[in-house]
């Protein structure tokens, strides 16, 4: 099973600012098979990127993914004050899906 | 628009038995893989099971495997997810979910809002 380990796990940072989120795998991924979601308290999660780098339907640009192989990037160019959340990476293998811990973004 | 409804969540004793529901709409839900995603309170994601479109691909997590089964009916739009000799571990919200490339299940596109499964005695 592949285990993906999100960090840092918790950033805090003001609105306006740059959010850089990144998840390792333990092993190589496909990139294909690598997406991202944005959790809000009490809601389910949204879909924001796949395939490693393709933002969903309705997704702002400020989102964008990265990387390849074991390690990948989640990057909020500035962040919005409904950006402040949890996101979660998440990969399909053999095994299923495996997500990560989570990062959460925070109110500096 | 896409719509994802679970029902049959609730309080059940460890070795109970319950069985979840997804109601779809919004979509033509037997072109689609679907699955169940969970999240024990406060906790991450975890993967349960999904399903193929038709029903003839199924895979289960191994925490659930032998115990939770995965099943569909097309022609009512509706997902379904039975769980036998739960455990307390089992304690979490279930979401349905719709996979997003159709041809399996890579990432999911669409979710539901939930149904909160409680194994306490």
């Known amino acids: 099973e592949i285990v993906l380990t999100q960090s840092p796990g918790t950033l805090s940072l003001s609105p306006g600012e740059r959010a850089t989120l990144s998840c390792r795998a333990s092993?190589?991924?496909?990139?294909?098979?690598l997406a991202w979601y944005q959790q809000k308290p009490g809601q389910a999660p949204r879909l924001l990127i796949y395939g490693a780098s393709s933002r969903a339907t309705g997704i702002p640009d400020r989102f964008s993914g990265s990387g390849s192989g074991a390690d990948f990037t989640l990057t909020i160019s500035r962040l919005e004050p409904e950006d402040f959340a949890v996101y979660f990476c998440q990969q399909y293998g053999r095994s299923g899906l495996t997500f990560g811990g989570g990062t959460k973004v925070e109110i500096k | 628009q896409v719509q994802l409804v679970e029902s049959g969540g609730g309080l059940v004793k460890p070795g109970g038995s319950l069985r979840l529901s997804c109601a779809a709409s919004g979509f033509t839900f037997s072109d689609y893989y679907m699955g169940w995603i969970r999240q024990a309170p406060g906790k991450g994601l975890e993967w349960v099971s999904y399903i193929s479109s038709s029903g003839g691909t199924i895979y289960y997590a191994d925490s659930v495997k032998g115990r939770f089964t995965i099943s569909r009916d097309n022609a009512k739009n509706s997902l379904y997810l039975q769980m036998n000799s739960l455990r307390a571990e089992d304690t979490a919200v279930y979401y349905c979910?719709?996979?997003?490339?159709?041809?399996?299940?890579?990432?999911?596109?669409?979710w539901g809002q939930g149904t909160l499964v409680t194994v306490s005695s």
């Open positions: 979910a719709r996979g997003r490339e159709r041809i399996q299940f890579w990432s999911i596109d669409y």
């Open positions: 092993q190589s991924v496909a990139s294909s098979y």
